[in-house]
């Protein structure tokens, strides 16, 4: 998301910290300072008129008294935890908690997160399906760009989908 939102012309909020590697080969396009919103929520001002990647968790620190728009990227659970186990596997280390301990553990969450939502006013959502995004990356681009209200290259952002990179799927 944060490639196809720089290549339709955004300019993002990233320190490039976290390097490309065999798990994300383009980058994770991460801005450490995102980790400290929880004590220093208002660090966000940086991030006034980019994009900016924030994890779920640390949403919910989101001081208010601001208009945010965010994109939250949805994926099956099953395929979050697969590709986890993946890089986990890969770095030679392995999660002791059962999946479906942890599937019910991010439900609870985005359940939470959802429910957060609907009480901010000043924040707007747009629900975007990663698999969605993968086999239809125009209908996806031109949703975000209407939710943004920007003018954004659409060609730009679809070229950025490469749906080689989608290996840990469910069936």
């Given at each position: 998301?944060?490639?196809?939102?720089?290549?339709?012309?955004?300019?993002?909020?990233?320190?490039?910290?976290?390097?490309?590697?065999?798990?994300?080969?383009?980058?994770?396009?991460?801005?450490?300072?995102a980790k400290?919103?929880?004590?220093?929520?208002?660090?966000?001002?940086q991030?006034?008129?980019?994009?900016?990647?924030?994890?779920?968790?640390?949403?919910?620190?989101?001081?208010?008294?601001?208009?945010?728009?965010?994109?939250?990227?949805?994926?099956?659970?099953?395929?979050v935890?697969?590709?986890?186990?993946?890089?986990?596997?890969r770095?030679?280390?392995?999660?002791?908690?059962?999946?479906?301990?942890m599937?019910?553990t991010?439900?609870?969450?985005?359940?939470?997160?959802?429910?957060?939502?609907?009480?901010?006013?000043?924040?707007?959502?747009?629900?975007?399906?990663?698999?969605?995004?993968?086999?239809?990356?125009?209908?996806?681009?031109?949703?975000?760009?209407?939710?943004?209200?920007?003018?954004?290259?659409?060609?730009?952002?679809?070229?950025?989908?490469?749906?080689?990179?989608?290996?840990?799927?469910?069936?």
């Amino acid at each position: 998301m944060m490639q196809m939102l720089a290549a339709g012309g955004m300019k993002l909020l990233t320190d490039f910290e976290r390097k490309p590697d065999e798990d994300n080969p383009r980058g994770y396009s991460e801005w450490e300072p995102a980790k400290l919103l929880p004590k220093q929520p208002e660090l966000i001002d940086q991030a006034e008129g980019k994009a900016v990647k924030v994890i779920s968790q640390l949403l919910l620190s989101l001081p208010p008294g601001r208009d945010y728009k965010v994109i939250f990227m949805e994926r099956a659970v099953a395929e979050v935890l697969a590709s986890q186990d993946e890089m986990l596997r890969r770095r030679g280390s392995s999660d002791s908690v059962s999946h479906e301990v942890m599937s019910r553990t991010f439900e609870q969450h985005l359940n939470a997160v959802r429910a957060w939502f609907k009480k901010r006013a000043d924040i707007s959502v747009c629900w975007v399906q990663y698999k969605l995004i993968l086999e239809d990356p125009a209908s996806s681009s031109s949703a975000i760009q209407e939710f943004l209200a920007r003018d954004l290259n659409l060609e730009a952002m679809v070229g950025q989908v490469d749906p080689a990179l989608y290996r840990n799927r469910l069936p």
